[in-house]
T-cell receptor, first 114, second 115 residues
Framework: GAVVSQHPSRVICKSGTSVKIECRSL??????MFWYRQFPKKSLMLMAT?????????EQGVEKDKFLINHASLTLSTLTVTSAHPEDSSFYIC??????????FGPGTRLTVT | AQSVTQLDSQVPVFEEAPVELRCNYS??????LFWYVQYPNQGLQLLLK??????LVESINGFEAEFNKSQTSFHLRKPSVHISDTAEYFC?????????????FGKGTKLSVKP
């Protein structure tokens, strides 16, 4: 149980275009989902907390107009990277929360901006 | 606020040898503690967690971790590792209660098991 999927697993896009990443909780309802970014050889950095039906809460230093998050249902959250640049290339991971403390992570999406 | 320190960025070991991956944390409030494992090009999987009760927690694949409050540590151990244990391991901490919020990760320890 507690499976989270992400789509796509890999995406390559050109600089200046936008990319949408989907995060789905397959067998549970997640009122809260999180979006992380993982740099090579570094830990996960929380980008934002997404609550179903309300605006996402962004961490300091994360541009909310660049990283658009929508949590339209209890099983789906999307992250749209707008006007992507090569420095946005990274591994993006989402998670869904069950209860107060347990997070279950998706398999990640590798974004490469050329 | 909380922070997590994983002292070793890489740990190479031979198959069937014991291993310990170190994790220390700091926090002004009580915490929940977690170990996650990440296989290459995959997301994180929860390996084990300490919430309360017994300070020694175990996973289904032979790992264990012990919460030591006085030393603010949550080291991960396995008495005999397999090639398949090769992965990156992340220690994480979260304060109690909604306002104590987010899961804070260490920088990870890459475990390489060699035959």
């Amino acid at each position: 149980g507690a499976v989270v999927s992400q789509h796509p697993s890999r995406v390559i896009c050109k600089s200046g275009t936008s990319v949408k990443i989907e995060c789905r909780s397959l067998d549970f309802q997640a009122t809260t989902m999180f979006w992380y970014r993982q740099f090579p050889k570094k830990s996960l950095m929380l980008m934002a907390t997404s609550n179903e039906g309300s605006k996402a809460t962004y961490e300091q230093g994360v541009e909310k107009d660049k990283f658009l998050i929508n949590h339209a249902s209890l099983t789906l959250s999307t992250l749209t990277v707008t006007s992507a640049h090569p420095e946005d290339s990274s591994f993006y991971i989402c998670s869904g929360q069950i209860g107060e403390y347990e997070q279950y992570f998706g398999p990640g999406t590798r974004l490469t901006v050329t | 606020a909380q922070s997590v320190t994983q002292l070793d960025s890489q740990v190479p070991v031979f198959e069937e040898a014991p291993v310990e991956l170190r994790c220390n944390y700091s926090s002004s409030v009580s915490v929940y503690l977690f170990w996650y494992v990440q296989y290459p090009n995959q997301g994180l999987q929860l390996l084990l967690k300490y919430l309360s009760g017994s300070t020694l927690v175990e996973s289904i694949n032979g790992f264990e971790a012990e919460f030591n409050k006085s030393q603010t540590s949550f080291h991960l151990r396995k008495p005999s590792v397999h090639i398949s244990d090769t992965a990156e391991y992340f220690c994480a901490v979260r304060g109690y209660g909604g306002s104590q919020g987010n899961l804070i990760f260490g920088k990870g320890t890459k475990l390489s098991v060699k035959p």
